[in-house]
């Protein structure tokens, strides 16, 4: 199985706990996100790995709704989440560094993923997975040093 994936990291002068109390509250991806419009928890009450929240994301004039479920949330380690099912992975992992916290920020699809693209998008898959990709590749750059600016700017 090959797996398509990206990920980039930036260093933010905060504590481990406060940059994991951003990323792990997805309510707050609307502010950084150049895609994802808003984020909400489907129970509040559950917010851990297994729990399940509902996202808004515009691109290019597409507007679509997600269901992602939660498979890591580890505080001041790591917290990443599974698009409808299989489809897209996503990750924040932090580490300890010299002068603050080191985030990091991952994108993955793997071949199921593009099974399912061309089951639902046919000859435009390819094209469709492309500008997934795109959107990562500069999404996440922009994602992490938005994430900087809030974190700093709350400290």
């Known amino acids: 199985m090959s797996v398509d994936r990206h990920e980039d990291s930036i260093v933010i002068a905060a504590p481990l706990a406060d940059v994991y109390a951003v990323v792990s509250d997805v309510t707050r991806v609307g502010e950084w996100s150049p895609v994802c419009r808003a984020c909400w928890w489907e ?4 917010r851990g790995v297994g729990a399940w929240f509902g996202g808004r994301n515009e691109s290019g004039g ?12 580890e505080p001041g380690v790591a917290f990443a989440w599974q698009v409808d099912g299989n489809l897209v992975a996503w990750a924040y ?7 603050g916290t080191e985030l990091s920020e991952s994108w993955a699809i793997n071949d199921a ?3 399912v693209f061309v089951e639902k998008y046919g000859e435009h898959a390819d094209r469709v997975i492309d500008d997934r990709r795109q959107e990562a ?3 996440i750059p922009a994602t992490l040093a938005r994430i900087r600016q809030i974190v700093e700017g709350a400290a």
């Open 43 to 46: 129970d509040d009450a559950e």
């Open 62 to 73: 597409r507007v679509w709704e997600t269901r992602s479920q939660v498979k890591e949330a």
């Open 93 to 99: 992992r932090l580490r300890a560094v010299e002068g």
């Open 113 to 115: 993923t593009k099974q």
């Open 137 to 139: 590749l500069t999404g």
